[in-house]
């Protein structure tokens, strides 16, 4: 009996160590577990942190200088949609075909008070204006761009083909040369459904790197607190070749300026809505031909913070533009 009870015992001791062994097992893969999510965390974060709605950043260059965004979407909880702080440039959305703007073959000059030829003929008012269809827009061709030389569909957006024959960029290098190569490969490709024009009969697709704003996609500059209207940067105004800046808006007293949106006037073929400057209190034009090439360019691009760190921003907001920007709100 004796020798039973012993082994009983043994027995017992040894389902104990097993039982310590086993929990001290548990804990340590419990330990390693919590060791490693915290590490990657920790790793994730020095990628890139995800900002805030409304939230000003640094990303890419262009003319030399930092660009400033703001961030007026997010997305998947890594992927924010940003949007340039003030206009970067000014230039025509697309040439006119003709190569001369408001002009045909012959000579025939479209310019007019009264309704012309060209107001009537939808396919005319393409050739002698510029098309508003935004897949195949310059300017969505030059945004798109990191080359040094872009190479545009039919005449590009040549200097004689403008409105006043100022600002041609078809010598431009693409907007994206000013980016680099772990900026651009941050940038996330957007599925971008835009209104047809009166010649398209129906919505375009297109697939965009950097892109322009459709005027539904403005209530997201609403919702992060961000100014729908804004000023041009330094760098813009110096090399704009037009004095429109202050004909329109500095001779009218506002700082804010016109900047193109990327939807056509539904019942033309050469007009694009623009981002009015703030004298009046519309929000919207569309008597803008896509040839006028002194109109500001506001771009916007998708990126995903997990490919890069995006650095605070210094916001330069104008209390004038905000509150005239909220008083149209």
């Known amino acids: 009996m004796h020798i039973l009870h012993s082994d009983k015992n043994n027995i017992t001791d040894k389902r104990k160590k097993a039982l ?21 965390v920790s790793a994730q974060n020095s990628v890139g942190t995800v900002p805030a709605l409304g939230d000003s950043v640094v990303f ?16 998947n909880d890594a992927e924010v949609v940003l949007i340039a702080e003030k206009i970067l440039t000014m230039k025509a959305f697309n040439a006119a075909e003709s190569g001369k703007f408001n002009y045909d073959d012959s ?69 994206l040369n000013g980016f680099t190569e772990q900026e651009k490969k941050a940038i996330v490709p957007t599925e971008n459904v835009t209104k047809g ?33 804004t000023k041009p940067t330094a ?5 704009d070749q037009t004095s429109w800046y202050n004909l329109f808006s500095l001779e009218l007293g506002v700082d804010a300026y016109y900047w193109w949106l990327r939807e056509p006037v539904p019942d033309m073929a050469s007009n694009c809505y623009i981002v009015d400057n703030g004298y009046t209190s519309n929000l919207l034009r569309d008597d803008k031909p896509v040839g006028l090439e002194g109109i500001g360019v ?12 995006l650095s605070c921003g210094k916001t330069q907001g104008n209390d004038a533009i905000e509150q005239e920007a909220s008083d149209v709100q």
């Open 197 to 229: 024009n009166a010649l398209d009969g129906g919505e375009v697709h297109s697939t965009d790197l950097v892109y322009l704003l459709s005027q539904d996609e403005l209530s997201w500059l609403t919702e992060a607190d961000v100014n729908i209207r």
């Open 298 to 309: 506001r771009p916007a691009v998708k990126v995903d913070t997990t490919k890069i760190t």
């Open 235 to 239: 760098q813009a105004l110096e090399q």
């Open 20 to 40: 310590e062994i086993i929990e001290m097992i548990v804990v340590v893969v419990i330990c390693m577990i919590m060791y490693f999510h915290e590490k990657g």
């Open 60 to 75: 890419g260059t262009y003319l030399g200088e930092p660009i400033e965004w703001r961030v007026i979407r997010v997305e």
């Open 107 to 175: 000579g025939n000059c479209y310019w007019s008070v009264d309704e012309t030829e060209a107001d009537r003929d939808l396919n005319l008012q393409v050739y002698v204006r510029g098309s508003s269809r935004w897949a195949d827009s310059d300017i969505r061709e030059w945004l798109n761009s990191d080359k040094e030389n872009v190479i545009y569909d039919g005449i590009g957006p040549v200097m004689s083909a403008m409105s006043a024959q100022k600002n041609g960029y078809v010598n431009e290098p693409g907007f």
